[in-house]
Structures are given as structure tokens and as C-alpha cells.
């Protein structure tokens, strides 16, 4: 059974940071490109990120783009999201999702919670 | 940036009865190299994680009801539950899996 389990999520001031992680299992995580989705209380869905299998290709939302890295660690099954410069509107449930192929989020986790608030 | 809008925000459908939600991309997502729509469709329900309902925008993912049909070309598409059951209260999402970013619809809600 494929299974994303996220940590990381805080309270955390406004310009603070904080890590994301995602252990993935269930499936061969070092060949599965994956992805950050993010969902602010009561709104809907906002694609942050992706990463392909051997972290050489990064891409983001321009709402992260300077802010968040994505990265992974293959030996470990889990993939991160460090994010800086944290602002109000970053506040919300961040999902990591596996790509089933030409960015197709056909697993999700249940998400951790930032918040970030003075 | 391609920007995706669904109508309409919100549906009241009874049970048993057949419910559409229309998803419109503001550029065509077509993938060249196997000739089908990069579009997605996601079911949310209160508390949960979205699930992929729907790929390649009428392709229906693994254990999905086949009362989940999904249409459209272009850049016009839809999500159709033929019999509304009450386990399909959800918000919906649509998605274009084309170009970064991978934008989702603003969502619809559906109810009984």
C-alpha cells in the first residue's frame, strides 16, 4: 500500500522558516517524481513544487519561486520542503504527492499544517 | 501561466440524479507526444486528502465508479456523475498536468 506521511508543520513568526518532510513507502520512491500541493484554510488547491527523481530538476510556483527549496533523499524514502522568508499567506496544509507520470498526482498524503502568524 | 475556471462553484443535485462540472483552461492542453488532454480531475471530501478520479481527462483511475465520466477537448471540460450517490458530497477539482505551473480550478463544491 502506497502510504505519504508529512511532519514538520509549526506555528512560526512571519520572515521565520521551517522543513517539511514527506516518508514515502509502498512503492519505489527513488523513481517516482514528486510534488508539493498546498491548501489554505478553507480554499482550494495551490500546486508549490516538483522534483524529479534524482533532484537535478526543480520547479516551483511563482508564490514560492526564491522562498522554498524542494529536495529528497532516496536512501531515506522522503522528500522536503525547507521554506524561508515564511509569510501569512504561506498558512495552510501542505500535501506531498507522488507523480504517476507526466505530473499526475495519483497519491497524496494527508497533509501537515504551517502556520504562520505573530 | 494557464489559468483554469470551473462552473459552477457550488451544485445541488438529488440522489440519483446526474451532475456535470464544467472545467475551462485558458490555453489548449494537449500533450503532442500521445495525443490526449493533460486534464485531471480530484474528488476532496471534508477532512481528507484530494483523490484522483480521472486522468488524460476521460481516463478513469483504478477503483473509480464508472458513474465518474470525464469529457471535453480543447479547452472545454467536464466531470459527469450520471447517478448521484450520497457518498459523492465532494468538492471537485480539475487540473492541467500540461505546463508548470500545474494549475487546479478553484473547486466545486457538490451537494445533495
Known amino acids: 500500500e502506497v502510504q505519504l506521511v508529512e511532519s514538520g508543520g509549526d506555528l512560526v513568526q512571519p520572515g521565520g522558516s521551517l522543513r517539511l518532510s514527506c516518508v514515502a513507502s509502498?512503492?519505489?520512491?527513488?523513481?517516482?517524481?514528486m510534488h508539493w500541493v498546498r491548501q489554505a484554510p478553507g480554499k482550494g488547491l495551490v500546486w508549490v513544487s516538483r522534483?524529479?527523481?534524482?533532484?537535478?530538476?526543480?520547479i516551483y510556483g511563482d508564490s514560492v519561486k526564491g522562498r522554498f527549496t524542494i529536495s529528497r533523499d532516496n536512501a531515506k524514502s522522503t522528500l522536503y520542503l525547507e521554506m524561508n522568508s515564511l509569510r501569512a499567506e504561506d498558512t495552510a496544509l501542505y500535501y506531498c504527492?507522488?507523480?504517476?507520470?507526466?505530473?499526475?498526482?495519483?497519491?497524496w498524503g494527508h497533509g501537515t499544517l504551517v502556520t504562520v502568524s505573530s | 501561466d494557464i489559468v483554469m475556471t470551473q462552473s459552477p462553484d457550488s451544485l445541488a443535485v438529488s440522489l440519483g440524479e446526474r451532475a456535470t462540472i464544467n472545467c475551462k483552461s485558458s490555453?489548449?492542453?494537449?500533450?503532442?507526444?500521445?495525443?490526449?488532454?493533460?486534464l485531471a480531475w480530484f474528488q476532496q471530501k471534508p477532512g481528507q486528502p484530494p483523490r484522483l478520479l480521472i486522468s488524460?481527462?476521460?481516463t478513469r483511475e483504478s477503483g473509480v465508479p464508472d458513474r465518474f465520466s470525464g469529457g471535453g477537448s480543447g479547452t472545454d471540460f467536464t466531470l459527469t456523475i450520471s447517478s448521484l450517490q450520497a457518498e459523492d458530497v465532494a468538492v471537485y477539482y480539475c487540473?492541467?498536468?500540461?505546463?508548470?505551473?500545474?494549475?487546479f480550478g478553484q473547486g466545486t463544491k457538490l451537494e445533495i
Open positions: 504527492a507522488r507523480d504517476l507520470g507526466y505530473n499526475r498526482l495519483g497519491s
Open positions: 509502498g512503492f519505489s520512491f527513488h523513481s517516482a517524481w
Open positions: 522534483i524529479n527523481t534524482d533532484g537535478s530538476n526543480r
Open positions: 490555453q489548449t492542453i494537449l500533450n503532442s507526444s500521445n495525443n490526449k488532454n493533460s
Open positions: 488524460w481527462a476521460s
Open positions: 487540473q492541467q498536468c500540461y505546463s508548470s505551473p500545474f494549475s
